[in-house]
């Protein structure tokens, strides 16, 4: 498991998907597309953000005001949405306009709403990415297809794959699947 799967499992299950829906007039599956393709792109951004020591410092900062360990559907439910536009801003710097209009063309969407569900859904991934960066492994609801590192290394050496050597395929990427984001956070934490 990483943490892609984690972040994607939680905000497009039903529950979730029909929190957003029912705050922005979208369908469950509309909701869910933009999701699917929206959450790999954020984690990329954020795993860009930080590379550097000044930006891992920072998103460590972030993280450590969206700590909820709600269900993700009730995260939804009551996000700051004004909150939220601002933690994508953070993400996407100068990029949001364009990751917009590609978001928009590849699902139809307007920007207006592309917009409205990033910033609903903004402070709960910042809340998944904490607590996957902060959780020790027993404290992890078990998943069949994480193991816990011999290494000790808890949950973040789950969500690494730590040891593990697979084929580069897209959801091994460490930047695509999270791991050179908690990798840089933890990193940052020393």
Request: hydrophobic fraction near 40%.
């Amino acid at each position: 498991m990483n943490l892609l799967q984690l972040l994607l499992g939680a905000m497009t299950s039903q529950s979730s998907t029909g929190s957003v829906s029912g705050k922005t007039g979208l369908s469950n599956k509309q909701v869910q597309q933009l999701m699917m393709l929206a959450i790999p792109l954020l984690l990329k951004y954020m795993t860009k953000n930080a590379s550097s020591g000044n930006g891992a410092q920072s998103l460590l900062g972030a993280l450590s005001q969206h700590t909820s360990k709600r269900d993700m559907d009730k995260q939804l439910d009551d996000a700051d949405e004004e909150d939220g536009g601002k933690i994508i801003h953070h993400i996407l710097g100068s990029n949001q306009g364009k990751v917009t209009q590609d978001l928009s063309a590849q699902t139809g969407l307007t920007a207006d709403q592309i917009n409205k569900v990033l910033a609903i859904m903004a402070p709960a991934l910042m809340s998944g990415v904490s607590n996957a960066a902060s959780q020790p492994a027993e404290a992890a609801p078990a998943k069949p297809a994480a193991s816990a590192p011999a290494s000790g290394a808890g949950l973040l050496g789950s969500l690494f794959g730590l040891g593990k050597k697979d084929n580069a395929v897209e959801n091994d990427d460490p930047d695509f699947n999270g791991t050179a984001l908690l990798q840089a956070l933890l990193g940052a934490k020393k």
